[in-house]
């Protein structure tokens, strides 16, 4: 299990491959990439905010409930926080599996967990300003399917 | 006892400070909640709606009627956007 | 949309970065990695056979139906037939949406098709000899909750 | 008509070849089987079970009663395992 929190970006090709190399006990590996979306075409950037003294421990804490769940080979969380430009990719988590739909359930789980149980704030500037991004409804009850 | 308290987010910003060191007897988070609303017109205006906020007592997520017995730490923000 | 069926190696890392750079459109990429896995410590290699005037065919009718059933930015899928070791890349699918509910659904609708049908079957090779690989009931079963 | 019949996986092996041209007037997909199954051993073999079998009018998937009318290419084969 390998979890990383940090400022600086990371290689999402380079992660990936090595994240799924060399593995033949397990069949299956699912990646989910989190990129700076901009709907509006007026994102000047994304900043994150983070809880540094508990923002590790939160998500070894949801990878290690994953892992307890599900038959994993393997499971990375990588996280930024500062500053982003839109297209930028935000965070990146990876499961292994011998079956897809242990490695499917183990990332969508990590998803949803990191959203709204992991402590990262969203904020977007634009023309008009800075704004927080608000915590959706949705984002809250997706977390009841598990 | 001594608590230090951290803030992120709009509440950072709301109260104009990262953190901060106080001493209290408050014996519950919802308790410390009220002590603070009632120093300055902008700690009421950072917690005015509990349900719009979040907290955690020493690094982990916690309920406002957590017991304070023993922390250290107490970190109030709004509900988290992370992914 | 971009469907490839190809003997030779892919590099995964490469497409996988290749697919997600860029996209300030969406915000959520999802892949899926197919390893030859090695349950026994006995396998060989695995031989993939396929059906060429319809694979590509049924794969993007597949695709589209994606396509059609989530918002999506963008799929890729890439499925190798011929000789493979333990440990190599069978295939992968990648999938971009707005939103990470649409590419996660969406990757895991492609596999479950992709499984049971689309034109491939593979034949394990171990010191035991030569098999077939049964169609399970489960990846059958799978295509009842689409 | 003149048809393409071609076959994969066991289905190729237990008939020994990939593939072969035929005239038939079978008017459906199980029509051909029957007419196969009475030629040799070896297709009654590989069509024994049609439960175990999958087939495909023109490159695309069809029920075993799909009409051959105007069809140029059938195959047969065992259920997919792709992914």
Known sequence: MDVRVQAAPFD?????????????????????????????????????????????????????????????????????????????????????APHRADAFAAAEFLM???KSRAPFWKKEVTSRGAAWVAATEADEAALGRW | MTLDLVYFAWVRERIGAAGERVETQAPTVAALVEELR????????AFADL????CAVDQELADFDAPLDGAREVAFFPPMTGG
Chains 1, 3 share one sequence.
């Open chain 1, 12 to 96: 999402f090709g380079a992660e990936a491959a090595a994240f799924a190399a060399g593995r033949a006990d397990v069949g299956a590996v699912v990646t989910f990439t989190g990129i700076v979306r901009d709907d509006s075409g007026d994102l000047r950037a994304m900043h994150i905010e983070h809880y540094p003294g508990m923002t590790e421990r939160a998500i070894t804490a949801i990878a290690e409930e994953a892992a307890g769940r599900w038959a994993l080979g393997d499971v990375l969380v990588i996280h930024r926080f500062g500053a982003m430009a839109p297209g930028e990719m935000i965070m990146m988590v990876a499961t292994a």
């Open chain 1, 112 to 114: 949803d967990y990191l």
């Open chain 2, 38 to 45: 009632a120093r300055e017109e902008r700690y009421a205006a």
């Open chain 2, 51 to 54: 349900s719009a906020l979040r």
